[in-house]
């Protein structure tokens, strides 16, 4: 079972208190289309991704990425159970959506610069750690029931 | 999660993979036709030279603080320190360090068109005395975009991230290039 300090777990929860989802999701999903190109696999139907403008301007896209984001929120309110909470999710990326789950961590580095653009020096060192430790524990938890 | 994405069809043959970001030509054909070119097009090797000239007067402190960010996020990497009296994020001599090797990197786009003749002593040092896991360069990359989307959130846009990304990827390449 994950360990989380206080300092930890009050951060997560200022965070996800604190960050505009329909920015931060958005953003977030638009970054990782755009920087790692080949995760565009997975959104076929999605219309036009043909370029980083494309992209920014796709409003499926940023639907998704606010869906996605949210997607965090059970990990927030139930942080002593993430890989439990994942567990339906998890089978779902793998046996529905056949989602590399290398590509989670990409998301989760795409989340992580997203908040800093919006955040600026308020993002401190020991933010980001929790943060991106948070991350982590729901990246390995979504990749845990692939076979 | 996204209802409609994935019905089981194969979408592997992704034919948009060639054109992103207006590049020139990605796909270099000749010889062997797994010669794929990732390295940086015209365009983005402008948009790295132009984004690293805006950056140049805050470079210093996106050096310091990248590495501070490295041994506060990934732990493990103050294993490189030891011989360091406080390798903790924001001390001094991490600061000093992170300084260092922005230079380093703004050394490096100076010598965009050819980073591994340009960097081969470099890599030497890497390779023979430092023997830092090429892993770590990656960290520290990720530590310096985050870095530089927070002191330069307006500028940082997704166009200038993947140029950025893929030059510190080039660059990392070009350090490890001695190491086997």
Same mark, same amino acid.
């Given at each position: 079972?994950?360990?989380?300090?206080?300092?930890?777990?009050?951060?997560?929860?200022?965070?996800?208190?604190?960050?505009?989802? !329909?920015?931060?999701?958005?953003?977030?999903?638009?970054? $990782?289309?755009?920087?790692?190109?080949?995760?565009?696999?997975?959104?076929?139907?999605?219309?036009?991704?043909?370029?980083?403008?494309?992209?920014?301007?796709?409003?499926?896209?940023?639907?998704?990425?606010?869906?996605?984001?949210?997607?965090? !929120?059970?990990?927030?309110?139930?942080? !002593?159970?993430?890989?439990?909470?994942? $567990?339906?999710?998890?089978?779902?990326?793998? !046996?529905?959506?056949?989602?590399?789950?290398?590509? *989670?961590?990409?998301?989760?580095? $795409?989340?992580?610069?997203?908040?800093?653009?919006?955040?600026?020096?308020?993002?401190?060192?020991?933010?980001?750690?929790? *943060?991106?430790?948070?991350?982590?524990?729901?990246?390995?938890?979504?990749?845990?029931?692939?076979? | 999660?996204?209802?409609?994405?994935?019905?089981?069809?194969?979408?592997?043959?992704?034919?948009?993979?060639?054109?992103?970001?207006?590049?020139?030509?990605?796909?270099?054909?000749?010889?062997?036709?797994?010669?794929?070119?990732?390295?940086?097009?015209?365009?983005?090797?402008?948009?790295?030279?132009?984004?690293?000239?805006?950056?140049?007067?805050?470079?210093?402190?996106?050096?310091?603080?990248?590495?501070?960010?490295?041994?506060? &996020?990934?732990?493990?990497?103050?294993?490189?320190?030891?011989?360091?009296?406080?390798?903790?994020?924001?001390?001094?001599? &991490?600061?000093?360090?992170?300084?260092?090797?922005?230079?380093?990197?703004?050394?490096?786009?100076?010598? /965009?068109?050819?980073?591994?003749?340009?960097?081969?002593?470099?890599? #030497?040092?890497?390779?023979?005395?430092?023997?830092?896991?090429? &892993?770590?360069?990656?960290?520290?990359?990720?530590?310096?975009?985050?870095?530089?989307?927070? /002191?330069?959130?307006? #500028?940082?846009?997704?166009?200038?991230?993947?140029? &950025?990304?893929?030059?510190?990827?080039?660059?990392?390449?070009?350090?490890?290039?001695?190491?086997?």
């Amino acid at each position: 079972m994950v360990e989380w300090t206080e300092f930890e777990r009050d951060t997560i929860k200022d965070i996800f208190s604190k960050i505009d989802y !329909d920015v931060v999701g958005p953003a977030a999903l638009t970054r $990782c289309l755009v920087v790692y190109p080949w995760t565009r696999r997975y959104f076929g139907n999605f219309g036009a991704l043909y370029n980083a403008e494309a992209i920014m301007g796709n409003e499926m896209v940023a639907n998704h990425g606010k869906k996605v984001l949210h997607g965090l !929120d059970r990990a927030v309110k139930n942080m !002593d159970h993430i890989k439990e909470s994942y $567990c339906e999710l998890s089978q779902l990326h793998s !046996d529905q959506f056949h989602v590399d789950p290398d590509n *989670f961590r990409l998301l989760a580095d $795409c989340l992580a610069i997203a908040i800093a653009t919006q955040w600026g020096s308020a993002f401190t060192p020991d933010i980001q750690a929790a *943060f991106q430790k948070f991350l982590s524990v729901v990246v390995f938890s979504l990749g845990s029931q692939y076979h | 999660m996204n209802d409609d994405c994935n019905d089981g069809d194969d979408d592997a043959d992704d034919d948009d993979d060639d054109d992103d970001d207006d590049d020139d030509d990605n796909c270099s054909l000749e010889g062997n036709y797994l010669n794929v070119n990732m390295s940086l097009s015209s365009k983005q090797k402008a948009t790295v030279k132009d984004f690293f000239s805006k950056m140049s007067t805050r470079s210093d402190d996106i050096g310091a603080e990248a590495l501070s960010r490295l041994v506060a &996020v990934y732990p493990q990497t103050k294993s490189y320190f030891s011989h360091w009296k406080d390798a903790s994020p924001g001390s001094a001599p &991490v600061r000093k360090h992170g300084i260092t090797i922005m230079g380093g990197v703004y050394d490096a786009v100076g010598k /965009i068109d050819d980073l591994k003749g340009g960097l081969l002593s470099l890599s #030497e040092l890497h390779a023979f005395m430092l023997r830092v896991d090429p &892993v770590n360069f990656k960290l520290l990359a990720h530590c310096m975009l985050v870095c530089m989307s927070m /002191i330069f959130p307006e #500028e940082f846009t997704p166009q200038v991230h993947v140029a &950025v990304d893929k030059f510190l990827a080039q660059l990392a390449l070009a350090l490890a290039e001695k190491y086997r």
